[in-house]
Nanobody
């Protein structure tokens, strides 16, 4: 069993930045792939970015490429999502999700087994 806790959400103006954190406990973190997903009102939940286990490959949605960066600190069992040049359309609840695998990560939510509670990101002036 894995437990995931997101933090770092909040209210930011368009063009601003936020860094989300996903703290993971309950298993050997090196073996865990992490994905970030978001769910905006009236829309389906979508994959944002993911990072494979042990500093493996990453993947990001076209809508955030060049603006969002995912990284992991295996010593702290934490994955970060650095978000820059934020837009109002980035407003959503952001979730991190985990899967214990050495395979490259992906942005399909059904492939993830464990989910955090989410953190709200609001981009507004």
């Amino acid at each position: 069993q894995l437990q995931l806790v997101e933090s770092g959400g909040g209210l930011v103006q368009p063009g601003g930045s936020l860094r989300l954190s996903c703290a993971v406990s309950g298993s050997t973190f090196d073996y865990v792939a992490i994905g970030w997903f978001r769910h905006a009102p009236g829309k389906e939940r979508e994959g944002v970015s993911c990072i494979s286990s042990s500093y493996g490959p990453t993947s990001s949605a076209d809508s955030v490429k060049g603006r969002f960066t995912i990284s992991r600190d295996n010593a702290k069992n934490t994955v970060y999502l650095q978000m820059t040049s934020l837009k109002p359309e980035d407003t959503a609840v952001y979730y991190c999700a985990a899967k214990m695998t050495f395979r490259p990560c992906g942005l399909t939510e059904r492939n993830y087994d464990y989910w955090g509670q989410g953190t709200q990101v609001t981009v507004s002036s």
